[in-house]
C-alpha cells in the first residue's frame, strides 16, 4: 500500500478471470462494501482494480480474499508480471481460435454432405457415420477450444454467481449433447457444426478485445517509458547515478546530451534544445537556457544541462497525464452504466427465458425432445 492523498492509503490489483462487463460492478461493489474502503475502481483495459482506503485496521489481504470469494484471483499489480500474463493469454486465445475454426470448418463439410443427402439419397448408415464423424471432431475440439469459457463459468458458478459465460457454456455443452443423442437414436440433424461455429465466433470476438486491450496497454506503457529508470543527482561536486523514483523537489541533477529530462526542474546552468514532442505535442525543438523550464520525459539534445528539480515521485507533469490516461481509461459514461447493468441481469434473464421457453412447448402438447431442443436454441 502507498499513500493516495487525503489520510488514505491505496493499492493497485492485478485481477484476474474479468470475462464481462458484469464483472465490472460485481467487483467493484463487493470491495467498497468492506469497512474503510473509499474508492474502488476497475480498469477493464489492463485488468487492475485501484482500491483506496482510510480505516488504519484495514488489511490490504481483505481485498484478495473478497476477490476470491466471488471466484476471482488478486495479486499485486507489477507491469511486467502484467504484460507476461496478458502474452500468455494471448497465445492461448489464438490456439484455441486455430482449433475451433479448423474443427468447425471440417464438420460444416460433413454437414453440408448431409443436408444435401436428405433431400436426395443418402442412406441411414451414410449420414450415421456423418454425424459420428462429426462428433469425432466436435467434442475435443469444444473441450479444448472451449476453456476460456468453461473456466470462467465454473468459477462464477463455484462462487454461486452468473456471468455471460455460463450461459455460452451451457448452451454449448448441451447442443454437443443434444446432438450425440440425436445420433444414438439415427437421426436426421445433429448440431456439431452450430456448436462449433458458436465458439469459434465468439473466439474472434474475444481474442480481437485481447488484442485490442494490449495495444492499449503498450500505448500507457510507452507513456510511462518516457520518464526513464536512473538520473545523475550532485551531491556537491560529485556525480551520482540514483533511481528517478528517489529524486526529490530541490535536487540538481545533471542531463547529458542524448537523454531524457528525469523531473520536472527549472535549468540552472547549459544551454540545449528539447524535444518536448511526445509530452506537449509540438513537433519543433524548443531552445533551453539558464531560467527555462523544462519537463520530464523530453529529449535532451546538444548541451549537457544542469536542473534543480521542482516536481518528481509521481507530481511531474507525465505522471499527472499517466493519472489523467488511467482516469479516462477506468471513467465511465452513461451508455456504459447502462451496459453494465444490463449484463448484470443478462444471464439470469437468458437462463429463465430459456426454461420458460421448455415449459410452454410441454405445455402447448410439444415432445419433451421438441422443448429441450427449443430451449438449447435460445441459449444458443
Avoid at 535549468?267 to 523550464?293: F, N
Avoid at 456504459?336 to 434473464?349: G, S
Wanted: with cysteine; aromatic share 6%; glycine share 8%.
Amino acid at each position: 500500500a502507498k499513500p493516495a492523498g487525503d489520510g488514505t492509503l491505496a493499492m493497485d490489483v492485478a485481477v484476474d478471470g474479468i470475462a464481462c462487463g458484469a464483472c465490472i460492478g460485481r467487483i467493484e461493489g463487493a470491495v467498497k462494501r468492506l469497512p474503510g474502503v473509499t474508492e474502488a475502481r476497475l480498469n477493464y483495459t489492463n485488468r487492475r482494480l485501484h482500491v483506496a482506503w482510510t480505516d488504519q485496521v484495514f488489511k490490504p489481504a481483505q481485498i484478495l480474499q473478497t476477490l476470491e470469494s466471488i471466484g476471482y484471483r488478486g495479486h499485486p499489480f507489477i507491469p511486467l508480471r502484467a504484460e507476461q500474463e496478458e502474452a500468455a493469454e494471448a497465445r492461448r486465445l489464438t490456439r484455441c481460435l486455430a482449433v475451433a475454426g479448423f474443427a468447425a470448418m471440417n464438420i460444416m463439410l460433413l454437414s453440408v454432405s448431409v443436408w444435401s443427402g436428405n433431400v436426395t439419397d443418402i442412406t441411414p448408415e451414410t449420414r450415421d457415420f456423418f454425424h459420428w464423424a462429426s462428433a469425432l471432431i466436435a467434442l475435443p475440439a469444444a473441450a479444448y477450444a472451449g476453456r476460456p469459457f468453461f473456466e470462467s463459468a465454473w468459477q462464477a458458478l463455484r462462487a454461486r454467481s452468473l456471468n455471460m459465460n455460463v450461459p455460452i457454456s451451457l448452451g454449448v455443452s448441451l447442443a454437443l449433447g443434444m446432438s450425440v443423442v440425436e445420433t444414438a437414436n439415427h437421426a436426421e440433424h445433429a448440431y456439431y457444426d452450430s456448436a462449433l461455429m458458436l465458439l469459434f465466433f465468439l473466439l474472434v470476438g474475444r481474442t480481437l478485445d485481447h488484442a485490442m486491450r494490449r495495444k492499449t496497454r503498450a500505448i500507457a506503457g510507452n507513456l510511462a517509458a518516457l520518464k526513464g529508470d536512473t538520473a545523475h543527482r550532485l551531491v556537491g561536486d560529485e556525480l551520482v547515478s540514483v533511481p528517478v523514483a528517489a529524486l526529490k523537489a530541490g535536487d540538481r541533477v545533471l542531463v547529458k546530451a542524448g537523454e531524457r529530462v528525469p523531473a520536472d526542474a527549472v535549468v540552472q546552468a547549459g544551454a540545449s534544445e528539447l524535444d518536448e514532442s511526445l509530452i506537449t505535442g509540438e513537433t519543433a525543438r524548443r531552445k533551453v537556457a539558464a531560467g527555462a523550464t523544462v519537463y520530464a520525459g523530453s529529449n535532451n539534445y546538444f548541451g549537457a544541462l544542469t536542473l534543480q528539480v521542482t516536481a518528481a515521485g509521481g507530481t511531474a507533469l507525465i505522471d499527472e497525464i499517466d493519472k489523467l490516461l488511467d482516469r479516462a481509461a477506468s471513467a465511465k459514461s452513461r451508455a456504459l452504466r447502462l451496459a453494465d447493468r444490463a449484463a448484470r441481469v443478462y444471464a439470469p434473464m437468458v437462463h429463465l427465458t430459456a426454461a420458460l421457453t421448455a415449459a410452454a412447448w410441454l405445455i402447448a402438447g410439444a415432445s419433451v425432445h421438441d422443448a429441450v431442443v427449443t430451449a438449447i436454441a435460445v441459449l444458443i
